[in-house]
């Protein structure tokens, strides 16, 4: 029993990042455990990992001392400073969030492979749309996990979205940099479907996804087209 109570337990560590006098800093970080409480993944943990400490006071501040300001100019400062902060408690909140979509593809996914486990964070490539994945598989001696385990990962998303039940099929692209996956997977799905990328191995080892539900409108950064009902992604500038 205890190394099943173990194997729930997983540690977090949660890094905002905001702008600071023009430049992009990290504004907040927090670490701490929590405990997996469900099948799915749902993870139990303390509040001061979702919302920085402090913010919600501040947020009483503010607004208490807007409501008493006269109209002028520290009234708009006021606003402005309650503007920012408000911004930073959503940042904070919205660290963990997949939009509704992405969480019913990767139900979809976890029924086809359950041997990996994903996460986002604020301002990630397609927002809410896009994950990290972390593939439960062995690490091989070039750094990159096994290649078998790969194939079969990116063989199940392809055919998870591929499915029509709601809410309907999806675009996908990958970014992972074992060549060799790229090249099978490309050769398999068209120029362009995992991409190479500085930190996506063997360095920081993960495989980022973004995920595009096709009832949605596309838009310029996460832009699609269709051809005889097949996607063609657009050649993407990869992220920093």
């Known amino acids: 029993?205890?190394?099943r109570v173990i194997e729930a337990v997983v540690q977090l560590s949660i890094v905002v990042r905001g702008n600071v006098d023009g430049e992009e800093q990290v504004v907040w970080y927090a670490v701490g455990s929590g405990s997996i409480v469900t099948p799915d993944g749902l993870?139990?943990?303390?509040?001061?990992?979702?919302?920085?400490?402090?913010v919600d006071?501040?947020?009483?501040?503010?607004?208490?001392?807007l409501a008493s300001a006269?109209?002028?100019?520290?009234?708009?400062?006021?606003?402005?400073?309650?503007?920012?902060?408000?911004?930073?408690?959503?940042?904070?909140?919205?660290?963990?969030?997949?939009?509704?979509?992405?969480?019913?593809?990767?139900?979809?996914?976890?029924?086809?492979?359950?041997?990996?486990w994903a996460g986002t964070y604020p301002r990630h490539w397609w927002g809410e749309l896009s994950a990290d994945v972390f593939l439960k598989?062995?690490?091989?001696?070039?750094?990159?996990?096994?290649?078998?385990?790969?194939?079969?990962?990116f063989?199940?998303?392809?055919?998870?979205?591929?499915?029509?039940?709601?809410?309907?099929?999806?675009?996908?692209?990958?970014?992972?940099?074992?060549?060799?996956?790229?090249?099978?997977?490309n050769n398999l799905y068209g120029a362009g479907r995992v991409l190479k990328a500085p930190g996506?191995?063997?360095?920081?080892?993960?495989i980022h996804l973004d995920l595009r539900p096709l009832t949605v409108t596309k838009g310029e950064v996460t832009g699609y087209n269709m051809d005889q009902g097949h996607v063609v992604l657009p050649e993407p500038v990869a992220p920093p």
């Open 1 to 3: 029993m205890l190394g």
């Open 43 to 54: 993870i139990l943990t303390n509040q001061h990992l979702i919302t920085p400490v402090g």
């Open 57 to 65: 006071e501040k947020l009483a501040e503010l607004e208490t001392q």
């Open 70 to 116: 006269p109209a002028g100019p520290k009234s708009e400062a006021l606003e402005k400073a309650l503007a920012l902060a408000e911004r930073e408690e959503a940042r904070a909140s919205g660290f963990h969030t997949f939009a509704e979509p992405s969480v019913r593809l990767l139900e979809r996914l976890r029924a086809r492979n359950d041997k990996w």
């Open 137 to 153: 598989a062995p690490v091989m001696s070039d750094g990159f996990w096994k290649q078998s385990a790969v194939r079969q990962f």
């Open 155 to 185: 063989e199940d998303l392809n055919a998870a979205c591929e499915e029509s039940g709601p809410p309907g099929k999806f675009a996908w692209k990958a970014i992972y940099n074992d060549d060799a996956i790229r090249t099978e997977m």
């Open 200 to 206: 996506h191995g063997p360095d920081k080892l993960h």
